[in-house]
Every structure is written in C-alpha cells, then in structure tokens.
C-alpha cells in the first residue's frame, strides 16, 4: 500500500517476504506497514485463513531482535463488515510491544 502524493513511496514499496531478511539484517525501517492480500486480511477469506497467515509471519516479528530490545512494537487491526445479517462493524486494534504494559 502506498499513497500515491507522497514522492518516493512508491520505490519504497518491498514484498513482505523482505520481512525476514531485514529482521536476520537488523535492518528494519522507522515504520513499516504490512498489509496481507484480501484473503489472508480476512476481509474476503475466514477466519481460520487470517490466524493461519498471523501464525506464519508473526513469530519472525516477535523473536526478533528489534522486538526483544523493544525498538518494535506490533499493531494488528480487524473487523468485520456489515452484512446486512450482523450488526454494524466492531473494529478492534491489539498492541504488543516489548515494553508495552498491559490494559
């Protein structure tokens, strides 16, 4: 995802299997935004398919070294949309960090 206003961000733009050799390289960006396609974000797949890509990508992340020394923190954001069936769209955020305190 990038905005297409701000110079340069599209040439920043990498594949997220680029993840795990700048955490093996220590050498993450200020910010990173990651983004799974509209399966994996369970916007268009289940549930179970959004844990599953979770599982396989979040351990790199939360073993890593940046994470560890708390120079990392990781936001995961969801909801569900309305459907016509459920009520409206609760959106939720989860923070972690490893200085990040509890409640």
């Known amino acids: 995802m990038y905005y297409k206003r701000l110079s340069g961000c599209a040439s920043r733009d990498v594949p997220c299997r680029q993840l795990a050799a700048d955490l ?3 050498a993450l960006p200020a910010f990173s935004f990651i983004t799974p396609n509209l399966i994996d974000d369970m916007h268009d797949g289940t549930i ?5 890509w979770l ?11 940046e994470y560890r ?3 990392t923190a990781v936001f995961i954001t969801g909801g569900r949309h309305h459907d016509g069936r ?3 769209a609760r959106h939720g955020c989860l923070g972690r960090g490893a200085r990040t305190r509890s409640g």
């Not at 179970?48 to 599953?52: I, K, L, S, V």
């Not at 599982?55 to 890593?64: E, G, V, Y």
């Open 48 to 52: 179970a398919q959004g844990d599953t």
């Open 86 to 88: 459920l009520p409206p």
């Open 69 to 71: 020394a708390g120079t």
């Open 24 to 26: 093996a390289a220590g």
């Open 55 to 65: 599982a396989r990508h979040l351990p790199a992340i939360l073993t890593s070294k």
